[in-house]
T-cell receptor
Framework: GAVVSQHPSRVICKSGTSVKIECRSL??????MFWYRQFPKQSLMLMAT?????????EQGVEKDKFLINHASLTLSTLTVTSAHPEDSSFYIC??????????????FGPGTRLTVL | SQQGEEDPQALSIQEGENATMNCSYK?????LQWYRQNSGRGLVHLIL?????REKHSGRLRVTLDTSKKSSSLLITASRAADTASYFC???????????FGQGTILTVHP
């Protein structure tokens, strides 16, 4: 159990276009999901905390108008990179924290989405 | 911001040897977690140790936590080539809190 999927796994787009990445918890509900960005050979940087039914909380330095987050249900959060530019090319990873009692401090990570902006 | 500092940044060993990775952090924590990431893939949760625990085992993994020194170590015993990956520590300020990741250690196990 506790599987998180991401779609797409890889996307290549032209500069100026918008890209939507989906994060789904497949066998559990998650009120809270997290979005991270990882540049090559670097660690994960938290971008924002996604909360079902409310606005996302963004980390300092992350543009909320550029990285739109929608947590529409207890199993789905989406990250939209608007007007993507080459510097947005990165590996985007989501994680989800189960609502199940006793499992509140463990996050389960998706397989990541590789975004390349030409 | 990145709280955790890990050392070494890279570790190369032979199969069968033990691998030790260290993680230091700056602020108080509720728990510390270790993750593994294979190249270009997502993260796999390895083990979680809470601030009131000092040592934890899971299979070939042994994690220690010293809150007075704000440091943790991950020991992988009898390493295998399949253990080759990047290993990250991550701290949580509260039980429900967001994770702050360390810089990671790249482990290479030669067959």
């Amino acid at each position: 159990g506790a599987v998180v999927s991401q779609h797409p796994s890889r996307v290549i787009c032209k500069s100026g276009t918008s890209v939507k990445i989906e994060c789904r918890s497949l066998d559990f509900q998650a009120t809270t999901m997290f979005w991270y960005r990882q540049f090559p050979k670097q660690s994960l940087m938290l971008m924002a905390t996604s909360n079902e039914g409310s606005k996302a909380t963004y980390e300092q330095g992350v543009e909320k108008d550029k990285f739109l987050i929608n947590h529409a249900s207890l199993t789905l959060s989406t990250l939209t990179v608007t007007s993507a530019h080459p510097e947005d090319s990165s590996f985007y990873i989501c994680s989800a924290r189960p609502n199940r009692a006793g499992v509140t401090d463990t996050q389960y990570f998706g397989p990541g989405t590789r975004l390349t902006v030409l | 911001s990145q709280q955790g500092e890990e050392d070494p940044q890279a570790l190369s060993i032979q199969e069968g040897e033990n691998a030790t990775m260290n993680c230091s952090y700056k602020t108080s924590i509720n728990n510390l977690q270790w993750y593994r990431q294979n190249s270009g893939r997502g993260l796999v949760h390895l083990i979680l140790i809470r601030s009131n625990e000092r040592e934890k085992h899971s299979g070939r993994l042994r994690v220690t936590l010293d809150t007075s020194k704000k440091s943790s170590s991950l020991l992988i015993t009898a390493s295998r080539a399949a253990d080759t990956a990047s290993y990250f520590c991550a701290t949580a300020g509260t039980s429900y809190g967001k994770l702050t990741f360390g810089q990671g250690t790249i482990l290479t196990v030669h067959p």
